[in-house]
């Protein structure tokens, strides 16, 4: 291991690396920035967000520039590039899903947690997404992605069962 992945994997926990490692054996050697997002969607699931040191650990792990890394985090929504909470909620709020209720979906989350879309809860429990164009359900609308999870069909009553039962 080069010394640049070895300051990359003091950051990362043996978990984070073996996912990384997994990813990485996917690819041909000279295609190593195609395991990025397997390895920051694993930073993230340990974390809750991608912090820059973060970042720059799996950048040198992995063996390429910082910027490359950059580049994937800010483009996806999937990624948070700021402390959330460790409960992500998005919300779809496309056509489907609004003609169906999602706005009111939104603002009954928004009401139960005391926050708004971009902001988390003061115990740092649930993270509530900007909006999401499109979570690819629609023929169960309104739905909702929580931790990576969809759930359908959407009432006040499905919601408070699906938030009241994370710890």
């Not at 700021?82 to 706005?103: E, F, Q, Y």
């Not at 023929?139 to 069962?161: F, I, R, S």
């Amino acid at each position: 291991m080069s010394e640049k992945m070895t300051r990359g994997a003091e950051l990362l926990s043996a978990h984070v690396r073996h996912e990384i490692d997994d990813w990485l054996s996917r690819y041909p050697k000279d295609q190593r920035q195609s395991a990025v997002l397997g390895a920051l969607r694993a930073v993230q699931h340990e974390d809750y967000w991608l912090s820059k040191e973060k970042m720059d650990a799996v950048a040198a792990y992995i063996g390429i520039p910082p910027i490359a890394v950059y580049e994937v985090a800010s483009f996806y929504s999937m990624f948070s590039l700021k402390p959330v909470g460790r409960h992500t909620i998005a919300v779809c709020t496309n056509v489907s899903c609004m003609l169906r209720g999602s706005d009111e979906v939104v603002e009954y989350i928004e009401n139960k947690l005391g926050i708004k879309t971009g902001e988390s809860t003061p115990d740092g429990k649930f993270y509530l997404k900007c909006e999401e164009e499109c979570l690819a359900a629609c023929c169960g609308a309104p739905m909702m992605q929580v931790d990576h999870v969809y759930h359908e069909n959407l009432t006040p009553a499905k919601v408070d069962e699906i938030l009241d039962a994370l710890e």
